[in-house]
């Protein structure tokens, strides 16, 4: 919902640090970062390169 906020309303300068306190309280309070999905997904995917590049490496070592 925050990228959503970002997206559509631009923030005066002065504001933005404000924001980023509140985010950064609703993260700590919830015990879990905020991520949008498109963040999710391209850290999953890299996640599974580094699996990959792993398997490959050990099958190259052995």
């Excluded at 980023?20 to 949008?36: C, D, G, T, W």
Aim: glycine share 8%.
């Amino acid at each position: 919902m925050f990228n959503i906020i970002d997206w559509m309303i631009q923030l005066p300068k002065g504001l933005e640090p404000e924001f980023l306190q509140a985010v950064y309280a609703i993260e700590e309070e919830k015990k879990m970062p905020y991520i949008n999905t498109a963040e999710r997904l391209g850290l999953e995917k890299l996640e599974k390169g580094r699996q990959e590049g792993l398997r490959k490496g050990v099958r190259k070592a052995s």
